[in-house]
């Protein structure tokens, strides 16, 4: 047994294409795309008047929560809770009573990337400005702080290790399972719920749509719209949710014989300073790749041993620069290159909670076995067509796969990876 | 309308904020918000802008410190409202 070893033994999430496990698995081997039209876009004049959003989220909140319970919340805490809620019963773990002893070897990292803009826009924004600060409520502060969904979570759950909201941008969902996983290894916590979430908001698109990052001619067909490695890829599609995953040290979770998805065998967080190329908006491509490397040295695995690659991929320019980077840090030809798909092309961009929910994939792919389709690239962008043999486009059986490597990029030229390696009991 | 209105209205207001809904069910005007309902002091603001929904009543900041007890909100609701539209 790996004296270091973490391992995921819990999983819920609140996606684009599926608010439980099950169906968020169905989905991805269907390559069932998320992202739908909404005419409140449309109405506010975006250019892109699309989004991948959580369908029926009303359903899944009420496995947990009554609607006061859920008016209490805002929609990003409340995806949050329920993924966590349901992270833990996957993990075979109850959910105590409100006046149970605190769980000390318990934490959670929940991040997030924007924050609860439709509270500030909605009430905080509106209400000051009509002087009416006194009609406001005590429900404001807890509402629009980061740290808002682990500190819902780690309340009802009694967690007494950490309760923190990390943020860095699109990278947030990917380092919070980076920092849970340190905090194991250090021996500060047994176990961590750990992932990430955002809202769905115009208010949080808005300055995306007017970075004119966004895609503006898919508004007919909003699920051809997210194209990760397209020649026709346009920009990142926006997207809400999150993902929630429960890492256990792998003492405690065979001790008390928890189902184990996969291994989180390697992490790495860095930052590319800006420099060398990179900028608020763009890789430093060394950094990158130091990331990569960081990742897989603290795995203890070769690039050889990569099967699959769980990218960033968000179907911008970046996509491109992103599998040259993979194929310099791994340092293999095209013809060796692993397997590569992006959940993006699904769900499209759940920023802060991406890295996460596409966690959630790979510990799914390595559990039971396949590869999910990355959609819309059935016309590979010319960079990448070198490693067209590589793109995941149809969903594969692939009972063989063993090391997945999965990686998220952010504004502020940051970046984190991890390295999933099946569980071998 | 009767200080008992006010005071069966004042109990349905406090239902989602009391920890422990058996206290509520045997409350009195003497019956404490915070330390016999287990209130959240945090809350209390929430409390006082649900009850001037309610009753059509403005409670300043002061007057919304003197309220401990049910007694106390009843006191303080049946003061604002206006005599001629409630005789009681």
Known sequence: ?425 | MELQQVFDKMVEILKPFVKDPAALANADKDTHLIDDLKVNSARMVDIIIESEDAFEVEIDDDEADSIETIGDAVRVIMGKMDPVANPS
């Open chain 1, 1 to 425: 047994m790996d004296s270091r070893g973490v391992v995921i033994t819990g999983l819920g999430v609140v996606s684009p294409i599926g608010n439980d496990v099950g169906e968020f698995m169905e989905s991805l081997k269907q390559g069932r795309s998320g992202v739908c039209f909404l005419q409140e876009l449309a109405e506010l004049k975006f250019s892109c008047c699309i989004a991948g959003t959580p369908k029926n989220f009303e359903k899944a909140r009420e496995r947990h929560f009554n609607e006061r319970q859920a008016s209490l919340m805002t929609e990003a805490t409340a995806y949050a809770a329920v993924a966590a809620l349901d992270a833990w019963r996957d993990a075979g773990l109850e959910i105590p009573e409100p006046d149970s002893p605190v769980d000390w070897d318990t934490g959670a990292i929940i991040g997030t990337g924007i924050g609860d803009m439709e509270t500030i826009a909605q009430r905080i924004v509106p209400m000051v400005n009509d002087k009416k600060v006194r009609r406001m409520g005590s429900r404001i502060v807890e509402q629009v702080m980061n740290s808002g969904a682990s500190a819902k979570v780690s309340g009802i759950l009694g967690l007494g290790a950490q309760a923190t909201a990390n943020s860095s941008a699109c990278s947030t969902g990917t380092e919070a399972v980076a920092e849970a996983v340190w905090k194991i290894r250090a021996g500060l916590a047994k176990r961590m719920v750990v992932g990430g979430t955002e809202g769905p908001s115009p208010y949080t698109w808005s300055g995306f749509d007017a970075m004119k990052v966004l895609p503006r001619k898919f508004n007919d067909r909003p699920e051809t719209a997210s194209r990760p490695m397209s020649a026709t890829a346009a920009g990142f599609v926006p997207g809400a949710g999150a993902g929630i995953l429960i890492l256990e040290d792998e003492q405690t979770a065979l001790e008390r014989g928890a189902r184990i998805y996969a291994k989180v065998a390697g992490v790495h967080v860095n930052c590319g300073g800006q420099r060398n190329g990179g900028a608020m908006t763009a890789p430093n491509n060394q950094g990158v790749r130091r990331c990569i490397h960081g990742a897989l040295q603290d795995a203890g695995v070769q690039p050889k041993d990569i099967d699959s690659i769980s990218g960033h991929l968000t179907a911008t320019f970046a996509d491109p620069i992103e599998v040259q980077n993979w194929a310099k840090a791994l340092g293999v030809a095209p013809g060796d290159f692993p397997l590569i798909n992006s959940v993006k092309s699904m769900t499209g961009h759940c920023l802060g909670a991406a890295g996460a929910v596409e966690s959630i994939a790979a510990a799914l792919e390595l559990h039971h076995g396949f590869l999910h389709p990355s959609i819309n690239c059935e016309d590979i962008h010319p960079e990448i067509a070198p490693f067209e043999e590589k793109v995941v486009r149809k969903y594969t059986d692939y009972p063989e796969l063993q090391c997945l490597a999965k990686a998220s990029f952010g504004f502020g030229d940051v970046n984190s990876c991890l390295v999933f390696t099946k569980w071998n009991a």
